[in-house]
């Protein structure tokens, strides 16, 4: 099995595409089989270096490596030339200036479901002679065939009158050359492939098998955009997602996996994946399910590792002690600095935290009595800051969270937190008491 993964550098890579670029990955290591690279660069207005290293970079970070590549489109000018005249020389291609008012004007004298057949001329574009008689079945995994009589077909262009190639052309002879074996991409490129099949035929080259991924939408049943939050893969990094949750949510979008079947590694997802069972519908991409798989891959590394991402998304070190007490708690990096920056740059400013909590209804009350049994702990733990603040809560008669809150609020200056046991001690006594001291003084 040869597989190709073949972007075109005109942007970040979105989700859509590194979905198709996972797809490709699985196939060729679940089968021992290659992954080509190909960047389709031919735009040069567009096809920048820093948007091809956005697309090598996106690639890094989700764990996608590649056996061959990148090959570059744009560098294999010669081999199109070469394979245009080839195709010019045994009358499969002809020369034509013919405009698409040309086009349709023959179809209005010979019936719109007539495909247009032009006349060789000395100059023009190069066009691809479409055989009358028979058909061209495009055989795809996912849609199954879908069969287009050759007579209806046009003659397409392939290439300008410059020589210089377009697309479904160059991608037919790069795919030919290549000797991929599975051509696995998006759904928009379903109507490309009876012309790619026509220039495959006219090289006298095999086709491959075809698989048209459905596209992605949001939850709202439109196609996937930036409206439905992030949209490319650089995005999802820089809001704190793990790769290895990326890669995991991407590949159950219309793969046909069990329900109840959810949290893989690559190498499990590799074992597993099977093209034929990936659905023809259109996969919904829903961040909120991301963020639950990401919770679960996040909580199953192992605390150096954990500590070890935290400290390279947020630029901080030391955090391991946090990280500890926080896992639990986060979805993502990104929620993690939200919840803990109070332990190192102070508490967190929130008047209505303050009001809610100690400033009404027998807070400050509660958190002088919490206070004074803290001020006692020994040793100063969680389990024996648990303890005593527990005592508090029996001997004022009042439900837990009246007197974990006004605490909570004094040391984090908000109601969230990792749990305030843990949090209470990381402080240390000291500083605990010197937070709750000044939370009394501004309660008055």
């Known amino acids: 099995m040869r597989v190709r993964f073949a972007p075109s550098p005109t942007g970040a890579l979105h989700i859509g595409g590194a979905r198709t670029a996972l797809y490709n990955w699985l196939l060729a290591r679940?089968?021992?089989?290659?992954?080509?690279?190909?960047?389709?660069?031919?735009?040069?207005?567009?096809?920048?270096?820093?948007?091809?290293?956005?697309?090598?970079?996106?690639?890094?970070?989700?764990?996608?490596?590649?056996?061959?590549?990148?090959?570059?489109?744009?560098?294999?000018?010669d081999r199109h030339a070469a394979a245009l005249a080839s195709l010019l020389h045994a009358g499969h291609a002809y020369r034509s200036t013919a405009t698409a008012d040309d086009v349709r004007a023959y179809k209005e004298r010979h019936g719109s479901d007539r495909g247009f057949r032009g006349e060789p001329e000395s100059s023009g574009a190069v066009?691809?002679?479409?055989?009358?008689?028979?058909?061209?079945?495009?055989?795809?995994?996912?849609?199954?065939?879908?069969a287009f009589a050759n007579s209806t077909l046009d003659d397409p262009v392939i290439a300008r009158a410059d020589e210089?190639?377009?697309?479904?052309?160059?991608?037919?002879?790069?795919?030919?050359?290549?000797?991929?074996?599975?051509?696995?991409?998006?759904?928009?490129?379903?109507?490309?492939?009876?012309?790619?099949?026509?220039?495959?035929?006219?090289?006298?080259?095999p086709e491959?098998?075809?698989?048209?991924?459905?596209?992605?939408?949001?939850?709202?049943?439109?196609?996937?955009?930036?409206?439905?939050?992030?949209?490319?893969?650089?995005?999802l990094r820089d809001a704190g997602y793990l790769p290895e949750a990326v890669d995991n949510y991407i590949a159950l979008l219309g793969a046909g996996f069990a329900p109840d079947e959810e949290f893989f590694t690559l190498a499990e997802l590799a074992e597993r994946f099977r093209l034929d069972r990936v659905s023809k519908n259109p996969a919904v991409f829903d961040e909120r399910k991301l963020r639950h798989l990401d919770g679960r891959h996040l909580r199953a590394l192992t605390l150096d590792d954990l500590t070890a991402r935290l400290q390279a998304y947020t630029g901080r070190t030391g955090l391991r002690d946090a990280a500890a007490i926080s896992a639990e708690k986060i979805q993502t990096l990104a929620d993690f600095w939200p919840l803990v920056s109070f332990l190192f740059d102070g508490p967190v400013e929130d008047p209505a935290a303050f009001a809610k909590t100690i400033g009404s209804d027998g807070g400050a009350e509660?958190?002088?009595a919490a206070r004074d049994?803290?001020?006692?702990?020994?040793?100063?733990?969680?389990?024996?800051?648990?303890?005593?603040?527990?005592?508090?809560?029996?001997?004022?008669?009042?439900?837990?969270?009246?007197?974990?809150?006004?605490?909570?609020?004094?040391?984090?200056?908000?109601?969230v937190s990792p749990g305030i046991f843990e949090s209470v001690a990381l402080l240390g006594r000291d500083e605990a008491l010197a937070r709750i001291d000044r939370a009394l003084v501004a309660a008055g």
Not at 127 to 146: K, N, S
Not at 196 to 205: F, K, M, P, T, W
Not at 379 to 390: K, S
């Open 30 to 77: 679940g089968h021992g089989g290659t992954l080509v690279l190909r960047i389709e660069d031919t735009d040069r207005e567009r096809s920048t270096p820093e948007n091809v290293e956005q697309i090598l970079d996106a690639l890094r970070w989700l764990n996608l490596d590649y056996d061959e590549g990148p090959i570059f489109q744009s560098a294999r000018v």
């Open 127 to 146: 066009r691809l002679r479409v055989p009358d008689a028979g058909e061209t079945v495009v055989r795809d995994v996912i849609r199954g065939e879908a």
């Open 164 to 205: 210089s190639p377009l697309y479904n052309f160059a991608v037919a002879v790069d795919d030919s050359d290549a000797a991929i074996t599975h051509v696995v991409r998006g759904e928009d490129h379903l109507s490309n492939t009876a012309r790619q099949l026509l220039v495959l035929e006219a090289l006298g080259a």
């Open 208 to 235: 491959p098998i075809y698989a048209h991924l459905p596209l992605l939408h949001g939850p709202d049943g439109r196609k996937l955009s930036k409206r439905h939050g992030a949209a490319s893969v650089q995005e």
């Open 366 to 368: 509660n958190l002088a």
């Open 373 to 415: 049994a803290l001020a006692g702990v020994q040793p100063f733990e969680p389990a024996a800051i648990e303890e005593a603040l527990r005592g508090v809560v029996q001997a004022r008669g009042v439900k837990a969270g009246k007197v974990f809150q006004p605490v909570r609020v004094a040391i984090a200056g908000q109601t």
